[in-house]
């Protein structure tokens, strides 16, 4: 299971691997491990899409820029796309990878030939009937930009769960339909599934999305966990939504609305046997409120309201064979509560309070039924917090006492071991045990660690938990025993690629072998969001996850096929072509075998005209410059969607000087028409250094061709808007303003060549921003060189022109549109019936606005049509002038639009 803070996905990890580099229908591409055997769906199914436009505007306080070059009177464009659902919307274009889980059943049957792994990835608790997503370093997109639609696979698919797998060490299935934490199951259903596709699977491991489901962009997931064994249960909108989805193929069960009046940090808890009248419970803290809620129905037990209190909650707490619930937090940042609560009718039992003079620092990690460990103010100290029987009692530790080579910042990884936890300070990776009376002692200390897993329960009174090293340029799996840590379980070195960055978390799961003894394979998630299924020393298969978090695209061209040479020799290295003649002389002799058939297959569809990596003549045949929310920049082929290359920009990546890398737009850089057989075209990717808007930005050259950095820029300056202009210089580089969020319009690139170009036109450059929240739209013209301590001719101060303020009682902002600068016309004028000439009105100045009557600017369903109505504008923005005005009655947003050469299409609720 994927959770992104907009939409849940559920995997399955098994199947046929298919060809590398095969874009897959979500947007992320399956690379190839084994192309012997394919594993294909039992029918075709149909699922309806639904377009979007990223031109849409955010209803967030972002203002939003285009510049406009003065012109004369011309034309103009536009078009739209409908989103529909009003909470499952389905996506091609999706979320990143922030929480992995893999749930299972143990399959009864006497057959031993067939076993059965024993549990899940473990992610969650420390038993083994346990899987809760870890969400604790879920990071929260940038709002989308594009509206998502919501996809069902059919049921008869979820057949494919129970699909067999096979590898070397491992003895019968492997993945099967999850059941946890409840005895409730259906393993006759399973094990007949099992018998009918058992005989037609010849496949390795791989990875096949079995349902997703797409949240609203305002109704952000907090938390997810599983119950019966079959219901997948969510936690959105800051706690106030609680769903549950059927486990094979998503439906939504039911749905639960959870009244509050007070924002607060959102909990979710599914305790191991707690019944309120034989109906398991699910304990939920949102907007200051505790929520006793049936599993069955959704329906809401009991209810007790924090909302008089300051506590901000961390934890919810219920030790097993107990009906008492913790509720623990901090209020301010010196004192901690803990609230005991009947977990039978939610009556308070007890109150107590303690203050911690030197204050607290961050969040709390339980390491037992009784007790936490958090850092103090100064993150120099341990603090192990014992509230046994409501009575609270802290112990101070010196980080320094416990191991004095240290020096950094520590910080407490969110890993789930019984009575263990883990301090990193920078490379160095500690494990601590918590003693009965609060005592820590040093268990290990290991360099160079990037990621632990948590507990799985694998045998009776055993866990174990993965640690991942990065080491010569490798991944070091290794899995321990939690109460042994001198041996080892396994240990094993794979080599996953630099393009994938470090290993941000790791998830594992066992099986048993042919001898009867445990096998363990571990699901790891790199910092480009791609996943790795691990297993005996080899990467078994791969997802590129992260092109389901596209942030941005744009389009280069492909190199020219020149006369002379073949298509072979441009594509291929030497040996591949004699290698791929071989083969299809071995296929025309009849003696080819099936491997080879299904290479020359390959070889055709890829040297067939549509997967050419060279232009068409009439230039379909492109480059989709990708850039994801990861950091990483994918070219893909048009043709067939495979990935030409891929680049984990360095700038991008997590450092000293740029703690939180955000990649933010990606831009046509040079396109050499008239050096195209000599030069190769580029692409500038714009990031900044922080989730703010006036962090530092920076920015990045790459060469579409190769893939290769040719150069990169650390900015002083921040970036809020970007605006190519129509402009080059003799290199053919395109000139862009960046605008910061002072208004200072910055030059690039910066050199003399481009100021003289730029001065030339400088009175004739406009440019305009969009206040969302505030219902304004601004007209800018730029003014003057930047004053400041040091002299910059490369910087321009700006001055507003006009102002255009829309009623906040009658209309809101909901859309904005217009003209792509660089956009082509390729005639003037049409020849209409009668032989006359009609010229086409076409303006580059024009900016389609959508304003919606305030209740009718959310999602589809929230204003009657006696409520809603959508208004249009054409503005020109030079001058600010209202050009045409049209209501339509009755509608509502979302809208979507496109303003293309001399006319506007439009697509409205």
Excluded at 202 to 223: K, M, P, Y
Excluded at 337 to 350: H, R, T
Excluded at 700 to 707: E, H, K, L, Q, R
Excluded at 844 to 873: C, D, Q, R
Aim: hydrophobic share 40%.
């Amino acid at each position: 299971m994927l959770v992104h803070a907009y939409q849940l996905r559920f995997f399955l990890f098994v199947g046929g691997v298919g060809e590398e580099g095969s874009l897959l229908c979500d947007g992320s591409v399956q690379q190839k491990i084994d192309t012997n055997t394919i594993c294909s769906l039992e029918k075709d199914h149909t699922v309806p899409s639904q377009p979007y436009n990223g031109n849409l505007i955010d209803n967030h306080s972002v203002e939003e820029a285009g510049a406009t070059i003065a012109a004369p009177d011309g034309d103009l464009p536009l078009l739209s796309s409908k989103n529909e659902g009003k909470h499952q919307e389905v996506e091609h274009v999706s979320s990143s990878v922030d929480a992995v889980n893999s749930t299972q059943v143990a399959k009864s049957s006497d057959d031993d030939h067939y076993s059965t792994s024993s549990s899940a990835f473990a992610s969650g608790y420390a038993d083994s009937e346990s899987s809760a997503i870890d969400l604790n370093n879920l990071e929260l997109p940038m709002p989308p930009q594009r509206f998502y639609y919501s996809e069902r696979i059919p049921r008869e698919q979820a057949e494919l769960l129970n699909r067999l797998s096979k590898s070397d060490d491992s003895h019968g299935s492997q993945f099967l339909i999850s059941q946890s934490r409840s005895n409730i199951g259906q393993q006759d259903s399973i094990t007949e599934c099992v018998d009918k596709l058992r005989d037609r699977v010849r496949c390795e491991l791989c990875a096949e999305e079995i349902w997703r489901r797409v949240l609203g962009a305002n109704d952000a997931i907090d938390g997810v966990d599983i119950v019966l064994g079959k219901y997948v249960i969510t936690l959105s909108s800051e706690g106030s939504i609680l769903r549950a989805w059927s486990l094979p193929d998503g439906q939504m069960v039911w749905e639960s609305f959870l009244q509050g009046s007070k924002p607060s940090k959102s909990l979710l808890s599914v305790p191991i046997n707690l019944t309120v009248d034989k109906d398991n419970v699910i304990l939920v803290f949102g907007k200051g409120c505790l929520h006793a809620v049936s599993s069955i129905d959704g329906v809401v037990l009991w209810k007790k309201d924090f909302s008089a209190e300051s506590i901000e909650a961390q934890q919810i707490i219920q030790p097993l064979g107990n009906d008492k619930i913790y509720v623990v937090g901090f209020v301010g940042s010196s004192q901690f509560d803990v609230y005991q609560i009947n977990a039978k009718n939610g009556e308070l039992i007890k109150h107590t309070s303690a203050v911690f003079p030197d204050g607290f620092f961050g969040e709390v990690l339980s390491v037992s039924s009784d007790m936490l460990v958090s850092l103090d103010s100064t993150k120099s100290i341990l603090v192990t917090i014992n509230f046994q029987n409501g009575e609270i009692s802290f112990k101070k530790t010196h980080i320094s006492d416990l191991f004095e080579d240290h020096s950094g910042i520590a910080d407490i990884l969110p890993s789930k071991l019984s009575g263990v936890f883990a301090v990193k300070i920078n490379t160095l990776l500690v494990f601590i045990r918590v003693t009965a009376e609060g005592v820590l002692e040093v268990v290990d200390k290991i360099n160079n660690a990037a990621a632990v897993s948590d507990a799985l329960s694998f045998s009776e009174g055993q866990q174990a938990f993965a640690l991942v090293e990065h080491v010569d340029g490798k991944v070091l799996l290794t899995l321990k025993c939690s109460h042994d840590w001198n041996n080892d379980l396994l240990k094993e070195s794979v080599e996953v690629g630099h393009q994938r960055g470090l290993v941000h978390k790791v998830f594992i799961n066992n099986y048993i072998r042919t001898d009867r003894s445990y096998g363990f394979r571990a699901l790891i998630v790199m910092e480009d969001h791609s996943l790795l299924l691990l297993q005996q020393g080899a990467t078994v298969w791969s997802r590129e996850e992260g092109l389901a978090s596209i942030v941005d695209v744009t389009v280069s061209e492909l190199p020219v096929e020149r006369a002379g040479v073949s298509v072979a020799k441009v594509e291929q290295n030497l040996f591949e072509w004699l290698k791929g003649h071989i083969l299809k002389l071995k296929g025309t002799l009849m003696l080819a075998s099936s491997e080879d058939i299904a290479a020359i297959q390959g070889m055709r569809l890829k040297s067939s005209e549509i997967s050419k990596m060279t232009r068409d003549h009439n230039g379909f045949r492109k480059l989709l410059i990708v850039l994801t929310r990861a950091g990483k920049l994918y070219a893909l082929h048009t043709g067939d969607g495979r990935v030409v290359w891929s680049l984990l920009l360095p700038s991008l990546r997590k450092s000293g000087s740029c703690e939180h890398p955000t990649g933010l737009s990606v831009y046509q850089w040079q396109v050499p028409h008239h050096h195209a057989m000599d030069e190769n075209p580029s692409v500038l990717v714009v990031g900044q250094c922080g989730p703010n808007s006036d962090a530092s930005a920076v920015l990045s050259f790459v060469d579409t061709y190769t893939g290769k950095e040719l150069n990169s820029l650390g900015l002083v300056h921040s970036v809020a808007h970007i605006i190519p202009l129509p402009f080059t210089d003799s290199t053919e580089q395109r000139l862009h303003l960046l605008i910061d969020t002072d208004k200072h319009a910055h030059l690039y690139p910066r050199t003399s060549e481009a100021i003289d170009i730029f001065q030339r036109e400088f009175s004739n450059i406009y440019w305009y921003s969009v206040e969302v929240d505030n219902g304004i739209i601004r007209g800018h013209v730029l003014n003057r060189n930047c004053i400041g301590e040091v002299v910059d001719e490369f910087c321009f101060d700006s001055r507003e022109l006009w102002s255009i303020v829309f009623p906040s009682e009658s209309e809101k902002i909901i859309a904005t549109v217009t003209r792509k600068l660089n956009e082509v016309v390729h005639t003037q004028a049409k020849v209409v019936a009668d032989q006359d000439v009609t010229y086409k009105y076409i303006s580059k100045n024009l900016l389609f606005v959508a304003t919606a009557t305030p209740k009718a600017s959310g999602e589809i369903g929230t204003a009657t049509p006696e409520e809603a109505s959508l208004v249009v504008y054409l503005i020109d923005t030079v001058t600010g002038r209202i050009l045409h005005r049209m209501t339509h009655y009755g509608s509502q947003g979302p809208v979507h639009a496109v303003s293309s050469v001399n006319y506007l299409s439009l697509l409205c609720s």
